[in-house]
């Protein structure tokens, strides 16, 4: 695996789980972009730095995480479910060199995942309810992660081993 592998979906589609589970596989460095987001914003979580400073700080910080050294070093990055939204990020992210791989999960499906976790840790990115608003980010990002990505993933029905398979094949051709 030469080329660094940036992963992107919407919360819940698996970026992070995926993400661990790819650079474990190969032996590499992982990172989480939202974890070194949170780090430049001096907060203890995402959420906590969302809830803080706003989405646009949050947005303006991703940024400057993607150039930071330690995303540099790393050869398997989970990126933020909005880091592609971020003003600059598209550019930064073509000129990163990495292959972007969209996890695309569909609504019912992150719904389903994410019923299941502690959404305290989720803040709303519209105002709704977090399980109410996956439906209206779905259709605003979906076409941003589709003309981004190098590959999709279709994970809608797969089990973690069986995205970890096709990641695998993707990260081997990289």
Do not use: W
């Amino acid at each position: 695996m030469a080329l660094p592998i940036y992963l992107l979906g919407l919360r819940g589609s698996g970026k992070s789980t995926l993400g661990r589970g790819l650079a474990s596989r190969f032996r590499v460095l992982f990172v989480d972009l939202d974890d070194v987001t949170a780090s430049l914003l001096k907060c203890p979580t995402p959420a906590e730095a969302l809830n803080k400073h706003g989405q646009a700080a949050f947005r303006a910080a991703e940024l400057k995480a993607l150039g930071s050294p330690g995303v540099a070093r790393a050869k398997v990055v989970a990126l933020g479910g909005g880091t592609p939204t971020a003003p600059g990020a598209p550019d930064a992210l073509r000129r990163s060199g990495a292959t972007l791989v969209y996890l695309r999960a569909g609504p019912d499906t992150l719904r389903a995942r994410l019923a299941t976790t502690d959404l305290a840790s989720r803040p709303s990115l519209t105002g709704a309810d977090v399980l109410a608003e996956i439906d209206a980010v779905f259709e605003r990002r979906d076409p941003i992660y589709l003309a981004l990505a190098d590959e999709v993933i279709e994970v809608d029905g797969l089990d973690e081993a069986a995205v970890l398979t096709k990641l695998t094949a993707i990260a081997e051709r990289a």
